[in-house]
């Protein structure tokens, strides 16, 4: 009874032994995954902050042939007094 | 029979005692050894197998840190300037390449090699017994994975981090830059000095057990230690501003074929708005600078005798200390005698009696020596201290210069008299700037500040705001001299400087350079500090440019300059005009 139980610890343990060092490959590939797709988020984040950057709009803005705004004009939003 | 019997077994039974004793003796020798050579490597020599296996099995990993990024806020969204990026450092190991030339051929069109490049790097690899030779750094993304499908063996790819400046040409002398010093990176200059340890964090290690791959293993022992990130900064520097600044300075730059620039803008409460150096480098490529002076950021560095714009300094003095009102008159004639010296006007010209106002608008060096002989030299030095000069403003900045106000310590009156007109001390731009932001401030001294958070890797934030130095100037002599330098702008040299429909309140100063050999030489400094629009001051700026070729002063040169960045600056903050 004592050895039929021995036994069966013994089997099961070495079963999620192996099963966890399965696991631990399966986790570093999934690991590496993520590496790779963060790696790539950021490469794109990067090259759209390129994109955004003054020097990259002024460029543009010269190939659009875009014009400064003029003389602007502001209102003056003095208090109405209104009278019945 | 059995008597027979019993003689012939017994030297059987002897034969097989002695066999069996033999066999036991070399049984108990050979378990000798092996329990002796299993003592000697187990118990005797434990530490050295146990360093061998540890070397073999075990990964001891550092955990690098992120550096920190800088960052500028815009409508409460952070954008980086100072970035970190991956590279790839492309290598080869020697003693595996059987064809070198083959190598290079394959590899030189996709990395771009030169020829000064490619041959000596061939004969390197051709050598077979070397184990290591890196090839290129900072390989981008789409380079190494060509590489990479070519699958050479002997060559190997390793990622690399660099920082990153989405913003190019927008100032390396305010970031400074990451170097290395040996194996370890550094950041040198700027803000990269300034906050080198809080911005490169501390690093971490793993220990685990290796499998025969190298990968590690889950079910093995594991300590890990994690890195701990730098601190992200924030700035008070608005991207759009420092863009135009640093754009305008260039065009100006060129024009006068000056021999460097400086801009800086600044909110009456500190802020810097923006700060920029011509010629400045590229922080990316800062080995490709063409000399190693440009390193230093000369708006805290290069401090020089400011010239007239200085006058603002002792007419304030005048004013506080109540020897003098704006309508004050003396008769200008034209020089002052002090021992062997004679201090002349810069137009070389006597304008009979003249108001304080006057002085100012017609910057004359006789109108602030008679102020300064009035209020007296121990007075005058207590107010060029009080406002800041001849210590560091304390800016979070690499390599700050507090300027040199010593020569009033001396006992001759001379030293006074020039240094009431600017030359004979020396003073830093953002001290200047700082010094006239106390006016558009209501007499109070603020110190100028860059970075406006700090960002910790918990999300912790350390928020920094306005701090005042001290009360300069009662605000009644702050709104007296206000409305002095506004005249100046109106009517005086800084005409050029004005934008139609504000009131700007600023000072010129075009000052000699101190010559090698003593005295003064051909070359000058030019200056233009200004405030507006006067009725409720939003920026203070400072433009300088150092021995511009044309113009002989300041109001031709830099008020121009002055002039477009503060228009720029009105439509971008939408500032209604006064008039």
């Not at chain 2, 069109?109 to 030779?133: C, F, N, T, V």
């Not at chain 2, 021992?339 to 109108?367: C, P, W, Y």
């Not at chain 2, 001849?390 to 106000?405: F, S």
Request: proline letters at 6%; a neutral charge.
């Amino acid at each position: 009874m004592l050895v039929t139980l021995i036994a069966v610890a013994g089997i099961s343990y070495l079963i999620q032994i192996n099963s966890l060092a399965t696991k631990g490959y399966q986790i570093k590939e999934l690991e590496n995954r993520v590496a790779e797709l963060s790696q790539e988020n950021s490469d794109l984040q990067l090259d759209a902050l390129s994109l955004q950057s003054m020097g990259a709009v002024k460029e543009k803005v010269d190939k659009l042939g875009l014009v400064a705004s003029g003389k602007a004009d502001y209102l003056q939003t003095t208090p109405v007094a209104l009278a019945r | 029979m059995a008597i027979i019997k019993r003689q012939k077994s017994e030297p059987i039974q002897s034969l097989y005692q002695k066999r069996i004793t033999l066999l036991a003796l070399i049984i108990f020798f050979i378990s000798f050894v092996i329990i002796g050579r299993l003592f000697v490597l187990q118990i005797w020599d434990h530490s050295f197998y146990h360093d061998l296996a540890e070397r073999r099995q075990e990964v001891l990993k550092n955990l690098l840190p992120l550096r920190g990024s800088i960052y500028t806020k815009e409508k409460d969204q952070l954008f980086p300037l100072v970035t970190n990026r991956d590279y790839y450092l492309v290598y080869a190991e020697p003693v595996k390449i059987k064809d070198a030339k083959k190598v290079i051929d394959a590899i030189t069109p996709i990395l771009g090699l030169k020829e000064e490049e490619w041959q000596p790097l061939l004969a390197k690899l051709s050598k077979g017994s070397d184990p290591y030779e890196p090839i290129k750094h900072k390989v981008a993304k789409p380079e190494m994975e060509k590489i990479q499908a070519l699958k050479i063996e002997g060559i190997g790819i390793l990622p690399e981090s660099y920082r990153f400046y989405p913003e190019k040409g927008i100032g390396g002398q305010l970031f400074g830059f990451v170097g290395f010093k040996g194996d370890e990176k550094i950041g040198q200059y700027g803000l990269e000095g300034y906050f080198n340890q809080p911005l490169t964090g501390k690093s971490g290690e793993i220990k685990s057990i290796k499998d025969a791959l190298g990968s590690l293993i889950t079910i093995g022992p594991r300590s890990i230690k994690k890195a701990e990130n730098g601190v992200d900064l924030v700035l008070t520097i608005d991207r759009t501003v420092q863009f135009i600044a640093c754009q305008k300075l260039k065009f100006y730059y060129d024009y006068f074929r000056a021999e460097s620039g400086t801009v800086i803008i600044m909110k009456p409460s500190g802020e810097i708005l923006a700060m920029c150096n011509y010629p400045d480098y590229d922080a990316e490529n800062y080995g490709e600078v063409g000399n190693i002076d440009y390193f230093n950021n000369p708006a805290i560095f290069a401090a020089y005798e400011p010239g007239s714009v200085f006058k603002m300094v002792t007419m304030a003095a005048g004013l506080d200390s109540g020897k003098v009102t704006p309508e004050s008159t003396y008769i200008d004639t034209g020089e002052v005698k002090i021992d062997s010296f004679t201090i002349r006007n810069s137009d070389l010209k006597a304008h009979g009696q003249q108001t304080m106002i006057q002085v100012l608008e017609n910057s004359l060096n006789t109108g602030v020596i008679f102020v300064e002989q009035l209020i007296g030299k121990e007075t005058f030095q207590k107010y060029v201290k009080a406002f800041g000069f001849g210590q560091p403003t304390g800016i979070t900045l690499d390599k700050e210069m507090p300027g040199d106000i010593s020569p009033l310590d001396k006992p001759g009156r001379i030293y006074g008299m020039t240094s009431a007109f600017g030359q004979g001390i020396t003073v830093t731009p953002l001290q200047l700037t700082a010094a006239f932001g106390a006016i558009a401030n209501k007499g109070t001294l603020v110190k100028p500040y860059l970075v406006s958070e700090i960002i910790h890797p918990d999300g912790k934030k350390e928020e920094f705001g306005p701090q005042t130095v001290r009360q300069v100037v009662d605000p009644k002599t702050a709104t007296l001299l206000t409305g002095m330098l506004t005249s100046v702008v109106e009517r005086g040299y800084g005409k050029k400087a004005g934008v139609k429909g504000y009131y700007f309140a600023g000072k010129t100063g075009t000052a000699q350079v101190p010559a090698p050999g003593g005295g003064y030489g051909g070359k000058t400094i030019h200056t233009f500090v200004g405030f507006g629009p006067v009725s409720n001051p939003q920026f203070v700026m400072l433009v300088k440019l150092n021995n511009p070729s044309g113009p002989r002063f300041a109001e031709d040169t830099i008020c121009p300059l002055f002039h477009d960045i503060a228009a720029y600056l009105l439509n971008y903050y939408q500032i209604p005009p006064d008039y």
